[in-house]
């Protein structure tokens, strides 16, 4: 791949921007294969702190009070 590149800027006379446009390959591969390894990893804490908030048990009793007086449209509409 870095042959292709390599005679792509030659015939522009821009050689250089071969190590270049390499650097930027390698920082992209390496923020890509971070994402993959990081991407799980959030969304299991994130799917484990929604559990643990909705146990029964670690519920307050301020949550549930609130709950019970909250408004909502279909309890005021009639059947």
């Not at 992209?28 to 146990?55: F, I, N, Q, Y």
Request: include cysteine; hydrophobic fraction near 45%; aromatic fraction near 8%.
């Amino acid at each position: 791949m870095m042959q292709a590149f390599q005679g792509f800027f030659d015939h522009f006379h821009v050689g250089w921007l071969t190590k270049v446009v390499g650097v930027l390959l390698v920082t992209a591969a390496l923020g890509g294969m971070l994402a993959w390894l990081a991407g799980p990893s959030r969304g299991l804490l994130m799917v484990a702190g929604r559990r643990a908030t909705s146990r029964p048990s670690s519920r307050s009793s301020t949550s549930t009070a609130c709950s019970r007086t909250s408004w909502s449209p279909r309890a005021s509409s009639p059947r």
